[in-house]
């Protein structure tokens, strides 16, 4: 069984990667390190709405961050993110017992944004 305080990390990296635009710069990130800007025109988000995202993920663990000059360059953190072994699988996030693995698309996940519900009769 799982110690209550494993359990607390697994459900903060889980938690962390719950939301679609942060699901997205994940997807990004398989690829290699990004600065805010870049990630932000890649996933379709204002720079100060991804910047948040960025926080929340690496709060979670599950980024790592260096500074150069001016800019903040994001990378998978090594402990939670592993590179896939074939052209299929982009790699494997591992959270305690809990692996997510994450596979490659020919296209980039669509872009969240608002959609027009229908309306009710």
Do not use: C
Request: net charge positive; no cysteine; charged share 25%.
């Amino acid at each position: 069984m799982t110690e209550f305080a494993e359990a607390r990390k697994v459900a903060a990296v889980l938690a962390a990667l719950a939301e679609p635009t942060r699901l997205r710069v994940i997807w990004h990130l398989t690829k290699g390190p990004a600065h805010v800007g870049a990630i932000a025109d890649a996933v379709g988000v204002k720079m100060v709405n991804i910047s948040h995202h960025l926080g929340v993920m690496r709060t979670a663990g599950v980024l790592e961050h260096a500074k150069e000059g001016r800019q903040v360059v994001y990378t998978l953190n090594p402990e939670v993110f592993r590179a896939g072994a074939h052209g299929e699988e982009l790699g494997v996030l591992v959270a305690g017992h809990v692996r997510v693995v994450l596979r490659a698309h020919r296209q980039a996940p669509p872009s969240v944004g608002k959609t027009k519900r229908k309306p009710k009769k």
